[in-house]
C-alpha cells in the first residue's frame, strides 16, 4: 500500500498475557519509529530503526517491551505480560532520512486495551 | 539536550481569530530538521510542514503559516481565520541530524475553535 499499515487497528487482551503489534512501513523507508500515546497525551518515544544500525531502545519503557525490523522492512512490537498501564495508541511511523522528503509518516495506530 | 516545549496545552478560540502556537526547541547540532503534525479527532498524524536548519525563510501556505527564528530556537505556526475544522492536537517535532534520525516530539497543543 501507499501508507504506514498497523495492524490489529484494536486490541483488548488480558492483564498478563502477551500482544505482537505490527507495523508494514512505506517500501523504501529506511528508517521506522514506534511511539505511545496514551489517552489525551503527547507522543512517547519507543524506538527507532534505521537501516542496519541498532536500534535506538531509548524510550522502551520496560524489558517487557521489545521490537524487531525485519529483512529492514516489518516491525513488530511486542509487550510481555501486559499490565492495564500498557493502555494506549501505539503509533509506528517511517521516513527515508535523506533527501527531499524527510517528514515522517504515520500509521492509524494500534489501540490497546488491557483489561 | 535535544527537547522540544509547547508551552500552550489548550488553546481556544472563536472561529475567525487568529491564532499562534508556539513551539521552542533545544538541540545542540547545528543541522536539524523541524516539522509540524495535526492530529484530528480521528486520530491519525498529519504532516504539515518540515524546515531545515538552513532555511529560515518564514512559509505561508493558505490559512497556515511559520515562523521559524534561530536566534530563539522557535518555530511557531499561526492560522489566520481560524475554522472548527482546525480543531485538533498540534505537536511540533525536532530531528537532530546527528541523532540518527531519532524524531523528538513536544507535548502537543490541543486547539479548540468554537463556531
Known amino acids: 500500500g501507499a501508507g504506514v499499515s498497523q495492524s490489529p487497528s484494536n486490541k483488548v487482551t488480558e492483564k498478563g498475557k502477551d500482544v505482537e503489534l505490527r507495523c508494514d512501513p512505506i517500501?523504501?523507508?529506511?528508517?521506522l519509529y514506534w511511539y505511545r500515546q496514551s489517552l489525551g497525551q503527547g507522543l512517547e518515544f519507543l524506538i527507532y530503526?534505521?537501516?542496519?544500525?541498532?536500534?535506538?531502545k531509548s524510550g522502551l519503557p520496560s524489558d517487557r517491551f521489545s521490537a524487531e525490523r525485519t529483512g529492514g522492512s516489518v516491525s513488530t512490537l511486542t509487550i510481555q505480560r501486559t499490565q492495564q498501564e500498557d493502555s494506549a495508541v501505539y503509533l509506528c511511523?517511517?521516513?527515508?532520512?535523506?533527501?527531499?522528503?524527510?517528514?515522517?509518516?504515520f500509521g492509524q495506530g494500534t489501540r490497546l486495551t488491557v483489561v | 539536550a535535544q527537547k522540544v516545549t509547547q508551552a500552550q496545552t489548550e488553546i481556544s478560540v472563536v472561529e475567525k481569530e487568529d491564532v499562534t502556537l508556539d513551539c521552542v526547541y533545544e538541540?545542540?547540532?547545528?543541522?536539524?530538521?523541524l516539522f509540524w503534525y495535526k492530529q484530528p479527532p480521528s486520530g491519525e498524524l498529519v504532516f504539515l510542514i518540515r524546515?531545515?536548519?538552513?532555511?529560515?525563510q518564514n512559509e505561508i501556505s493558505g490559512r497556515y503559516s511559520w515562523n521559524f527564528q534561530k536566534s530563539t530556537s522557535s518555530f511557531n505556526f499561526t492560522i489566520t481565520a481560524s475554522q472548527v475544522v482546525d480543531s485538533a492536537v498540534y505537536f511540533c517535532?525536532?530531528?537532530?541530524?546527528?541523532?540518527?534520525?531519532?524524531?523528538?516530539f513536544g507535548q502537543g497543543t490541543e486547539l479548540s475553535v468554537k463556531p
Open positions: 511511523a517511517s521516513t527515508s532520512l535523506w533527501g527531499t522528503n524527510t517528514e515522517a509518516f
Open positions: 517500501s523504501g523507508h529506511t528508517a
Open positions: 524546515r531545515n536548519s538552513f532555511d529560515e
Open positions: 538541540t545542540r547540532d547545528t543541522t536539524y530538521y
Open positions: 517535532a525536532l530531528r537532530p541530524y546527528n541523532q540518527g534520525g531519532k524524531l523528538i
Open positions: 530503526f534505521q537501516g542496519n544500525s541498532a536500534p535506538d
